[in-house]
């Protein structure tokens, strides 16, 4: 199995500089023991002009079929003694096992990170990357549908003749793959992994539920919107309908997501974050966490859900208060999470930190399990980023599956709008919020969710209330409301009793 990556340079960006990005050096052979075989890695050419690295993965069939004890030999799998077991085009063919030593072998490359030239790693190059036997279920065609929407100016799949020596036996199932284009790395590298076991189509390793993760992370920045998306999840995921339809919603929700203008610039943020000196007012977004803070204090709770919860800052204020043992912060949008990864440095946090936070992507318009059994939950400003419609499905994910002890939801209060010196009259403080609700609105929908779901609920104003027209953020406060009053928002296992 084989693949090399190619690209062109000058003396002062020498070609070879892809050795930096993809972690090897261009004057070594290596060779890494992968789960299947071993894979190698040269360099065919290296100069300042053009530097091609080529993947070479020796694939031990013996090996696969022993290990794979009937599970994961694609689909149809043979009967044990079948001699197709033993004689296959695994070890030439670029199937799924090449697209995992790829991500083993290249795992850095294809996570963008150069520490040595970030910039380089960051921007497109001229790439060349070519597989001479490339096995393709929907032949050349398909190659062109899966590959030419993501960038690439020329896609080259010719088909390869069964025997060259009997062109009347027509072509095989392999293709010539061609792909040439200005692409970052990484990016390619990432639609490899994925676009290699689609075409293949037979993976041969056992499909797990963190497959869905898999394809989300490798997915990220092009598949959310790829025209064939669903043949891409279906195949990718060997055709497992329970996991497809999971990646089919996230990757949706990154999608619509991504369409939207992210919080970033809302106006309240960035009236809130502009500074911090102390002339300046106490910004909102500081009144808001404070005030969080103080109510999951109050409420005694130490395992604490941030849903929506954006690019962590709320996250990282309760890491620094060690009595919040568990933090898991919740989002559907992807590059919300990366950034919060980055400020919460959650690489290189220690084991002790590390062991107390966890980001997750998810939609909080579905149930969730893992949301279960916490004390309490936290809604900042999330509530208006969701259409009216699916504000019951968010209301049953969090009121009546995960059920925490308490619940704290944050919204801007419209009658406000009026005293925010930028905001012309009428708008909505962020292009995103599809609604927002006066103090009375707020009101009649919080006590309804509280009485169907056994809360009870009262209110905190956040920021310097105007007698007129209130706070500029209004906070709900549900307790869930036990056989004996109210509970104090601490988890109690004889209430599960
Ligand atoms: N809680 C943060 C961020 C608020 S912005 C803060 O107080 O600053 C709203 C966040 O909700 C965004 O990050 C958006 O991606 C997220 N969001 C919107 N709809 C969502 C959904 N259905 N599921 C999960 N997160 C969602």
Not at 16 to 42: E, I, M, N, R, W
Not at 208 to 224: I, Q, S, T
Request: some cysteine; glycine content about 8%.
């Amino acid at each position: 199995m084989f693949l090399t990556i190619g690209t062109t340079g000058t003396q002062e960006r020498p070609a070879t500089d892809l050795g930096f990005l993809l972690h090897k050096h261009p004057d070594k052979a290596q060779a890494f023991s992968t789960s299947h075989g071993s894979a190698h890695v040269f360099y065919p050419e290296a100069s300042a002009e053009r530097c091609t690295a080529a993947l070479l993965l020796e694939v031990d069939p013996v090996a696969l079929v022993r290990r794979g004890k009937g599970k994961g030999k694609g689909r149809g799998g043979a009967p044990d003694a079948a001699l197709a077991q033993y004689v296959n085009d695994r070890p030439y063919a670029a199937s799924s096992l090449l697209s995992v030593a790829l991500a083993a072998v290249f795992k850095s490359a294809l996570g963008g990170v150069c520490r040595a030239m970030p910039e380089r790693a960051a921007s497109p190059l001229p790439l060349r990357i070519e597989v001479p036997a490339l096995p393709a279920r929907g032949g050349a065609e398909l190659v062109h549908r899966l590959f030419a929407p993501l960038g690439w100016e020329r896609v080259e799949a010719t088909p390869v003749p069964l025997d060259e020596q009997f062109p009347a036996w027509g072509d095989s199932r392999y293709v010539r793959l061609v792909l040439e284009g200005e692409l970052r790395l990484a990016d390619a590298l990432r639609q490899l992994y994925v676009l290699l076991p689609v075409l293949d189509d037979a993976k041969h390793y056992w499909v797990a539920p963190d497959e869905v993760d898999k394809l989300l992370r490798a997915g990220e920045g092009w598949l959310a919107d790829h025209p064939e998306r669903p043949l891409i999840t279906r195949r990718y995921l060997s055709h497992r309908w329970g996991l497809t339809r999971q990646a089919d919603q996230a990757l949706e929700l990154v999608r619509l997501a991504e369409s939207d203008d992210l919080d970033v610039d809302s106006v309240d943020n960035a009236v809130d974050e502009s500074t911090d000196t102390e002339e300046k007012p106490v910004p909102l977004a500081v009144h808001r966490r404070t005030a969080i803070l103080d109510a999951l204090r109050a409420a005694g709770a130490s395992r604490v859900l941030d849903l929506g919860c954006g690019q962590g800052q709320l996250v990282q204020a309760l890491l620094k208060d060690a009595r919040f043992t568990e933090i898991v912060g919740v989002d559907v949008s992807m590059r919300a999470l990366t950034i919060a990864s980055r400020r919460l440095k959650l690489d290189r946090m220690g084991e002790r930190q590390a062991d107390r936070v966890a980001l997750r992507q998810g939609s909080l318009t579905y149930t969730d399990k893992r949301l279960a059994g916490y004390d309490a939950a936290v809604l900042s400003e999330v509530v208006e980023h969701l259409d009216l419609p699916r504000l019951p499905a968010l209301e049953y994910a969090v009121f009546g599956a995960a059920r925490p002890g308490t619940i704290l939801v944050t919204t801007p209060n419209v009658e406000y709008n009026v005293r925010w010196e930028t905001l012309p009259a009428g708008h909505a403080r962020h292009g995103d919020h599809r609604f927002e609700w006066t103090r009375a609105e707020f009101r009649d929908w919080a006590g309804q969710v509280a009485e169907r779901h056994g809360y009870t609920v009262r209110y905190v104003p956040v920021g310097p209330d105007d007698p007129e027209v209130g706070p500029p953020t209004q906070m709900a406060v549900f307790t869930r409301a036990t056989e004996t009053g109210t509970t104090t928002g601490k988890t109690k296992e004889a209430e599960a009793a």
